[in-house]
């Protein structure tokens, strides 16, 4: 029903930036949700931001509010995380998610998403 692919990763130096993307293709529901998590070797799955399709809304995690930006673009079916200020902590593997039935949440529980991309490796030394 829906396919997700992300893009964009590599390796970077603390402080620069990098925009990951994620191609959205299939049925466009005007309910569903975007949504990005990363995971690090050794540590659980975490939210880093969420947005509704249909209306823009945004949501994102306390640790990169002010660093991150996230945008759609719809008519391309293409959503971009703008990641600037990069820590060493934001290395991990990045994967982006649709919940078709997500306009009103919750954003940040991955068990709500129903489709999830490969993953882009993002890699920030100090």
Known sequence: QVQL???GGGLV???????????????????????????????????????TWAA??????????????????MTNNMVYLQMNTLKPEDTAVYYCAADPGGA??????????????QGTQVTVSS
Do not use: H, M
């Open 5 to 7: 692919e992300e893009s």
């Open 104 to 117: 009103a949440g919750p954003w940040t529980v991955s068990s709500r998403y129903n489709y999830w991309g």
């Open 13 to 51: 130096q603390a402080g620069g930036s990098l925009r990951l993307s994620c191609a959205v293709s299939g049925r466009t529901l005007t309910t569903y949700a975007i949504g990005w998590f990363r995971q690090a070797p050794g540590k659980e799955r975490e939210f880093v931001a969420a947005t």
């Open 56 to 73: 823009g809304r945004r949501y994102y995690a306390d640790s990169v509010k002010g660093r991150f930006t996230l945008s759609r673009d």
